[in-house]
């Protein structure tokens, strides 16, 4: 667990999650409880919320990619009232920490060209696009970044 600004990062239940992935406005539609346990199921893996006073903020899910010193971060949001005030930052610290204690050597996930807001959060905190992968219009084109830990 880690506090931060009356902010606390803890590990989160498949409900949690569901919870907060239903209130944010860039995912479309709602998802199940097998949409997450099929991802996670017979990997290593970490889900995490952030929580002030006992009301979800926002959550981060990733796990263990087909390259074993790789984490994937492949989940995440936050709530759009409680944007810009370090939760992204904390879950991410969170999430890199445990990352690198696990003897993973680096971090990527994939955002959307729509996504711009993401894009800029993930250079902030050093990652690199490592490539564009064409899939629908040029909106979804998914930009892949990575970062060493």
């Known amino acids: 667990m880690l506090q931060f600004s009356n902010i606390t990062i803890r590990e989160a239940s498949l409900e949690e999650l569901l919870w907060v992935h239903s209130r944010i406005p860039e995912f479309p539609g709602r998802a199940s409880g097998d ?3 099929d991802r996670l199921r017979h990997r290593l893996y970490l889900a995490l919320v952030a929580e ?3 009301e979800l903020l926002g959550f981060k899910v990733g796990y263990q990619s087909e390259t074993p010193d790789t984490f994937y971060s492949w989940m995440g949001g936050v709530r759009p009232e409680f944007r810009k005030h370090g ?3 904390g879950l991410a610290d969170y999430q ?3 990352a690198r ?3 993973f050597k680096s971090v990527f996930f994939k955002t ?4 711009p807001a993401m ?3 993930g250079l902030s905190r050093g990652f690199r696009i490592i490539g564009v992968l064409p899939k629908g219009g ?3 084109y998914r930009v892949v970044m990575s970062k060493e830990l």
């Open 35 to 37: 949409f997450y346990a």
């Open 52 to 54: 002030r006073d006992g």
């Open 87 to 89: 939760v992204a930052d």
């Open 96 to 98: 890199e920490a445990w």
């Open 101 to 103: 204690k696990k003897g």
């Open 112 to 115: 959307r060209n729509r996504f």
């Open 119 to 121: 894009i800029c959060f």
């Open 138 to 140: 040029v909106e979804d």
